[in-house]
């Protein structure tokens, strides 16, 4: 890396030799002849500081960053000097010389008016000059996004960037700090200029630009992640929920009405699915809202009941001598007897033992339970007295057919059997 120190003061004038003669500090030019210091007698010679700079602006600064001033301003005055890798004498990186030019920028000392080659010119400390107006009036700016960056230190295109996520999206320096932490948070403290201009982007699209509205939008974030992180959570997930996952939350938060405890209640309910889903659960708590239930006392009771509903078909089910376990139908169907019909549970697992010998037991269970709630036997008393007198299901008489050599066997209709169909027709009542 090439670096041309300079300065603006009258007397000290680094540069190419001109056709006048001109005086810097230890050294005489004209374009036939030249009279200087050697670089070994330079070295035993004195570089002037100002004391302004010791009381004002060397107590915030980095150690290195002084350093670098300190070598700058000595290669200023000792232009035998000047030919000195800064890096080299120093034994950091150029990178590291760059970012404390970048920062003497900022305090107005210095002026970066070239990159390649990195040319820097040296201001008095009393006279900032018009092209630093920008380093100057976003000082405290810069010196925060130090604080939040720090070890890191912008470059000269980072920090481009970081004016223009103030001038050019009309984003506040207090909301820009919001802007950088939250970026930070995401990418961390190497994150790139680019994806903070492209936040800077969405953020003036949608209006955010003061303070507040800054830190609003963040809290908004922040609670939807956090509460999309606990779903996952539940279901043993260790990963960052994705963005749609995280409207998906917020959408049932703010518009469906669900707090986190009743949207965390509804995901036990989905053990039975081999793989939850946001997706899943989004049909269960539509499912919830469609039923005016909103806390999770109440989904919790709801769950409690469905569990309670279940139970008990696959107890009916045992009675009926059925191996499988009952559909949702099939649970609906037995709690609509139970709950609407007013059938007592005794009664229905009493016509289910009776029931238990037909061939299709579940569906004369169904239609002896619809016959009684057209009777309103609903008690087990009542449903005793209506076994008594009622004639026991038949068996069927028919036998399995014989698949060898081709001799089937033949059954007559009879209409008890007729009545088995029509009733398992309707098995979905």
């Not at 000290?12 to 810097?24: M, R, Y």
């Not at 919830?288 to 919790?300: D, G, H, K, P, V």
């Not at 698949?403 to 398992?424: A, H, S, T």
Request: proline letters at 4%; charged letters at 30%; a negative charge.
């Amino acid at each position: 890396m090439s670096i041309q120190i300079t300065s603006t003061e009258p007397e000290i004038f680094c540069g190419k030799v001109g056709f006048s003669v001109e005086k810097s500090g230890a050294a005489w030019y004209n374009r036939n002849m030249t009279v200087r210091f050697s670089p070994e007698a330079a070295r035993r010679e004195m570089t002037p500081v100002d004391n302004l700079f010791f009381t004002v602006y060397m107590p915030e600064a980095d150690g290195m960053f002084v350093k670098v001033y300190l070598y700058g301003l000595m290669q200023c005055y000792h232009i035998s000097l000047a030919d000195d890798s800064i890096a080299e004498m120093l034994g950091i990186s150029e990178s590291e010389v760059r970012c404390a030019f970048v920062y003497w920028q900022a305090k107005g000392l210095v002026r970066i008016v070239a990159e390649e080659p990195l040319t820097v010119e040296y201001l008095l400390s009393e006279q900032p000059a018009l092209t630093t107006a920008t380093a100057v009036k976003y000082r405290p700016f810069v010196d925060a996004l130090n604080a939040l960056l720090a070890p890191r230190q912008l470059d000269l295109r980072e920090m481009k960037a970081m004016y223009d996520v103030v001038e050019l999206y009309g984003i506040e320096e207090a909301a820009a700090l919001e802007l950088v932490a939250y970026c930070i948070e995401q990418k961390g403290k190497r994150v790139s200029a680019n994806y903070i201009l492209a936040v800077a982007q969405t953020w003036n699209e949608q209006g955010i630009v003061t303070p507040a509205q800054a830190k609003e939008s963040l809290e908004s974030y922040r609670a939807k992640k956090h509460g999309a992180t606990e779903v996952l959570l539940r279901w043993n997930k260790r990963r960052k929920p994705t963005q749609d996952e995280m409207d998906l939350y917020d959408k049932w938060r703010n518009e469906w009405g669900f707090d986190e405890e009743a949207i965390l209640a509804v995901c036990p309910q989905l053990v039975e699915v081999g793989t939850p889903t946001f997706a899943i659960l989004n049909d269960r708590l539509e499912q919830m809202r469609e039923r005016n239930l909103s806390t999770a006392t109440e989904i919790e009771q709801q769950s409690q009941q469905e569990l309670d509903d279940r139970e008990f078909c696959k107890l009916v089910f045992r009675r009926l001598g059925k191996v499988e376990l009952p559909s949702r139908t099939d649970v609906a169907q037995m709690t609509m007897f139970r709950v609407d019909k007013g059938i007592s549970p005794e009664a229905i697992l009493l016509a289910a033992d009776d029931c238990r010998s037909a061939e299709r037991p579940l569906g004369v269970l169904k239609k002896r339970l619809i016959d009684w709630s057209a009777q309103g036997i609903v008690s087990v008393e009542d449903a005793k007295r209506a076994l008594e007198t009622a004639p026991k299901p038949q068996i069927s008489g028919r036998k399995k057919k014989d698949y060898g050599f081709g001799n089937y066997q033949q059954n007559p209709v009879r209409m008890e059997d007729l009545k088995d169909i029509i009733v398992d027709l309707n098995e979905d009542l």
